[in-house]
């Protein structure tokens, strides 16, 4: 199951060379997630069972530059889910088109926040982390 936010460029999104600087699309990826998350997921299991999500390793591609102005549609979607981790594909293209502006792959684990350790995802943990996959 994917889902989709837009977010249009503005001026403090740029860098001196007048497009959005790299650093910049962590954050967009960020709150594509969480949108993904508050939409799709369960937060309060989450919450109420002592997890959290902390990203591992973000591997991402840069397609090409995006200007102020421009509307930025990302589109995040779970990749797999492992025996400890799972890892989400999002995609960032200009809105009304096929342009990718950037791709990535970002792995997660979920951390027991009374252990402050990456637990395995099993039980009712993995049937929420499936439902999002769904």
């Known amino acids: 199951m994917s889902h ?3 977010i249009k460029v503005r001026g403090y999104h740029l860098d001196l060379f007048r497009h959005v600087n790299n650093a910049r ?3 967009f990826l960020e709150e594509a997630r969480w949108s993904f ?6 937060l309060d299991f989450l919450d109420e069972s002592g997890y959290a999500f902390a990203v591992v390793n ?4 840069y397609r090409r530059a995006a200007y102020m102005g421009e509307v930025l549609r990302i589109e995040t979607s779970v990749k797999s889910i492992g025996v400890r981790s799972c890892v989400m594909h999002q995609l960032i293209s200009l809105k009304d088109t096929d342009t990718v502006v950037a791709d990535a792959d970002v792995a997660f684990v979920m951390v027991d926040t009374r252990t402050e350790r990456a ?4 039980g009712e943990l993995r049937a929420v982390l499936e439902r999002l996959a769904n």
């Open 4 to 6: 989709t936010i837009e």
């Open 25 to 27: 699309y962590l954050e």
């Open 58 to 61: 973000i591997n991402i591609n």
């Open 37 to 42: 998350l508050e939409n799709k997921g369960n």
């Open 119 to 122: 637990t395995l995802l099993e």
